[in-house]
């Protein structure tokens, strides 16, 4: 299985909701990201998990929480957002030895904060 | 120095041409050269990468040249189909690093 699976697909969201975005690799990866892409642009780095660890935080404000439950799941949760956080969500894994910067990306989840 | 600077900004070539896709770098640090494509509304999907230790490397229609000494890397597809219509972003980093330098993205047209 060389997937990475993201959920929800879309999400539409007011300033004061709260929820979470969903992803899953079975490829045996122990490093997990998140990223966060605007349009016509490069992803853009938040968060990196090693070993279950957050290895890497990218000055992320606090209104986005990582979570990593176990080496097959992250967990993005979302509290607080502003208009200016739409965008796409993207999940990626990579190996943590040999050829550990080969990232594999999920699909994405499209969010709109109104 | 962490810069990928990438060009053109955006390409059209007719199907069956030869789009090339170039790259920069400043840091020699680097070691991994990945190329990714986009479709619109997906998530980006390694193509071919390469490392340092040699000068070019080929799958299927797409082939990575590198070139150490001018600091520069360039996507090739040959035979382009309109299928090919993506955006492509070229990226860097360092072995002992989990992140990657993205380059701009490229937003390449393959006409019919």
């Known amino acids: 299985d060389t997937e990475v699976t993201q959920t929800p697909k879309h999400l539409v969201m007011g300033m004061t909701n709260k929820k979470s975005l969903k992803c899953e690799q079975h490829m045996g990866h122990r490093a997990m990201y998140w990223y966060k892409q605007k349009a016509k642009k490069p992803p853009e780095l938040m968060f990196v998990?090693?070993?279950?660890?957050?290895?890497i935080n990218e000055s992320v404000p606090s209104r986005f929480s990582p979570e990593c439950p176990n080496s097959s799941l992250l967990n993005l949760h979302l509290h607080a957002l502003q208009p200016e956080d739409s965008a796409l969500y993207l999940c990626?894994?990579?190996?943590?030895?040999?050829?550990?910067?080969?990232?594999?990306f999920g699909p994405g989840t499209r969010l709109t904060v109104l | 120095q962490q810069q990928v600077k990438q060009s053109p900004q955006s390409l059209i070539v007719q199907k069956g041409g030869i789009p090339i896709i170039n790259c920069a770098y400043e840091n020699t640090a680097f070691d991994y050269f990945p190329w990714y494509q986009q479709f619109p509304g997906k998530g980006p999907a390694l193509l071919i990468a390469?490392?340092?230790d040699v000068s070019e490397k080929k799958e299927g229609r797409f082939t990575i040249s590198f070139n150490k000494s001018a600091k520069q890397f360039s996507l090739h597809i040959m035979d382009s189909q309109p299928g090919d219509s993506a955006t492509y972003f070229c990226a860097a980093s360092r072995d002992s690093n989990y992140q990657l330098i993205w380059g701009a993205g490229t937003k390449l047209i393959i006409k019919p």
């Open positions: 998990y090693s070993y279950e660890k957050l290895s």
């Open positions: 390469i490392r340092p």
């Open positions: 990626a894994s990579s190996p943590t030895k040999v050829n550990y910067n080969e990232q594999f």
